[in-house]
């Protein structure tokens, strides 16, 4: 087993680089903390090192044993980590799709990494997420999914292409809006559906709200305003595949 | 109008404080940042002072003008922020009730803060948080209600006794539970009903699933794991009152 001590190692370098976006396209690479996501992780053969300051619970051809101090660089958290895995990205295909959810420009990490794991929960087959939509790979997204990224495909696309397919396909597709729009009792269940969340501020693009079959508003009193992930819950739970 | 210009002074100091819990509980003060809130802040009467470094928006007796230096001090945001506004905590109580959540020891405030905004939403009358849920003057809290926590009255309490009131009230209490549960079809709308969501890892005590008069589980497939914001959403929904 190899063994780090030193904090200015290459590897450890470049490890800690991979809180970068940029580090992550360049190399392909993320890394994922703890023993649950990387439990998750190695079922689905994606990660290339483990690095521990612990006893290693994972039987792994490639496990790093550093100190503490390295391991509390290498880490996002404030609280400590005794498992990190450096991973590859995931490259999964969807195979028979009959749920698709589609996110136009969702900032917060925390609200892609939620929605993601909410599709995995009520059967959803793909997300496809616009090219300003926050990276998936941001340690805050890859936590609130809680590892349900590594069962879901997401593709990053021009969402307009991605509509105009999946009409083609036979797909019926609601953007959410608070123009125009028809309650989920006046939108019927189909076989195949998509569903369009959009920016925190300014909710989904015209473009594709223009696109869609439907718009869709969630009803409501009062205050008038949910956060993205709750409203992707609420209607994916309506729509929820099988 | 006041204007400051020392990091040391001892206003600046005691602001900067209010982002500690301990002083927010002795003070009975707490920060907000933005336009946004202010103005909800504002129609509450509850704003003690409004802090800024550039052009005040806002019509108010006591506004005090700083360096952006200090503005930065006081801020808990990385990025630049140009109003801060000290308030006093809210002390709203319920009128008639038909619709109240129930918070059992969530941890995260992004989490604490959706679920109010959501509960204001679906016309919910009060919020009861356990003792060990976490802060609500938490930045992060505070900023995940949108501002939705001055429409809501929220009440610190130990949760059994209000699950006992509420019961003599002729309230249905329903505890979010996996095992021995019931969906929500199966549990009939009523007037007069309490919903109970728990810890992030835990759930809700087994105390308070023992006195609730139902058990709820949403029906998932797959991962079978929501954000407990998500969750409640969608039965704040399902169940929302008038």
């Known amino acids: 087993m190899e063994s780090i001590t030193s904090l200015q190692n290459s590897k450890v370098k470049k490890w800690t680089a991979l809180h970068k976006k940029k580090e992550r396209d360049n190399t392909g690479l993320f890394l994922i903390e703890g023993e649950h996501l990387i439990q998750e992780a190695l079922k689905e053969n994606i990660v290339e090192t483990i690095i521990t300051d612990e006893q290693c619970p994972f039987d792994f051809e490639n496990i790093v044993q550093v100190s503490p101090q390295i391991m509390r660089k290498i880490s996002d958290n404030v609280s400590a ?10 490259e999964k295909q969807p195979d028979m799709v009959s749920r698709a959810l589609l996110l136009d420009g969702v ?9 993601i794991r909410t599709a995995v929960s009520f059967s959803f087959d793909v997300v ?6 926050c990276d998936l790979y941001n340690d805050k997204a890859i936590r609130s999914t809680q590892g349900a990224l590594f069962h879901m495909p997401v593709i990053r696309a021009n969402l307009v292409d991605v509509v105009k397919q999946l009409q083609k396909d036979g797909f019926t597709i609601v953007a959410t809006s608070l123009e125009e729009s ?3 009792s006046e939108i019927p269940k189909s076989e ?4 369009i969340f959009g920016n925190e501020g300014q909710g989904v693009s015209k473009v594709l709200q223009h696109e869609a079959n ?3 508003r969630i009803e409501m009193h009062g205050f008038e305003s949910l956060n993205v992930a709750v409203a992707g819950g609420i209607v ?5 595949g099988k």
């Open 107 to 115: 900032q917060d990490p925390g609200n892609l990494g939620t929605l």
């Open 236 to 240: 994916m739970y309506q729509y929820r």
């Open 128 to 133: 496809y997420v616009s090219e300003d939509t």
């Open 182 to 184: 028809e309650t989920m």
């Open 192 to 195: 195949h559906m998509g569903f």
């Open 214 to 216: 439907h718009r869709l």
């Open 81 to 90: 980590v005794h498992l990190i895995a450096v991973c590859h990205k995931l």
